[in-house]
């Protein structure tokens, strides 16, 4: 079972430099999230999709943009990488039911420095 | 926008010793997850209350959820080794799913 995986893994930018966080699931779930956890802090939503097409803000979205054109793949754009975007990155899955979220279903994470 | 606190911070406990942690809601409380994350990994859900009152056990792991304090506890009896990490509460919220500030636990053996 792969569950919802992250590429890559680890990744140092340069300043100003751009990238993609990629994350897909074969859950076939509807809802997707992207959060950042800066060091001995909880959980900050960057973007959420709740179905393929349809993608909406966070706590913390400046800075970033996501895509959602299949159920499968929800990846995170990094545009004009800067120091305050050093941290891990997230991406999680839900099959939500009736409002109730439920259960999340977490990636191991993506480690992002920009020096 | 709902915000989760949680306390402590951190804890740091002889193996054996039992523990609280404790997760309080600005806004009243629909449904309260527990997950539980290892250090420099993903997390992983540990269970789900959904009404008042409601109490669940996992091994040696219980939580319970008050709705009239907007709050729920999180236990865990005879602590061992295997239990460290930071466990964070989680709740639908303003921006659909939120998160607690986390609560780091170190068990000494």
């Known amino acids: 079972n792969a569950g919802v995986t992250q590429t890559p893994k680890f990744r140092i930018l340069k300043i100003g430099q751009s990238m993609t966080l990629q994350c897909a699931q074969d859950m076939n779930h509807n809802y997707m999230y992207w959060y950042r956890q800066d060091p001995g802090m909880g959980l900050k939503l960057i973007y959420y999709s709740v179905g393929a097409g349809i993608t909406d803000k966070g706590e913390v979205p400046n800075g970033y943009n996501v895509s959602r054109s299949t159920t499968e793949d929800f990846p995170l754009r990094l545009e004009l990488a800067a120091p305050s975007q050093t941290s891990v990155y997230f991406c999680a899955s839900s099959e939500t039911v009736a409002g109730n979220t439920g259960e999340l279903f977490f990636g191991e994470g993506s480690r992002l420095t920009v020096l | 926008s709902q915000e989760l606190e949680q306390s402590p911070q951190s804890l740091i406990v002889q193996e054996g010793k039992n523990l609280t942690i404790n997760c309080t809601s600005s806004?009243?409380?629909?449904?309260l997850y527990w997950y539980k994350q290892k250090y420099g990994e993903g997390l992983i859900f540990l269970m789900m209350l959904q009404k008042g009152g409601e109490e669940k056990s996992h091994e040696k792991i219980t939580a319970k959820l008050d709705e009239k304090k907007q709050q729920s506890s999180l236990h865990i009896t005879a602590s061992q080794p295997s239990h460290a990490g930071i466990y964070l509460c989680?709740?639908?919220?303003?921006?659909?799913?939120?998160f607690g500030t986390g609560t780091r636990l170190k068990v000494l053996a």
């Open positions: 806004k009243t409380l629909y449904g």
């Open positions: 989680g709740a639908d919220g303003t921006y659909k799913y939120i």
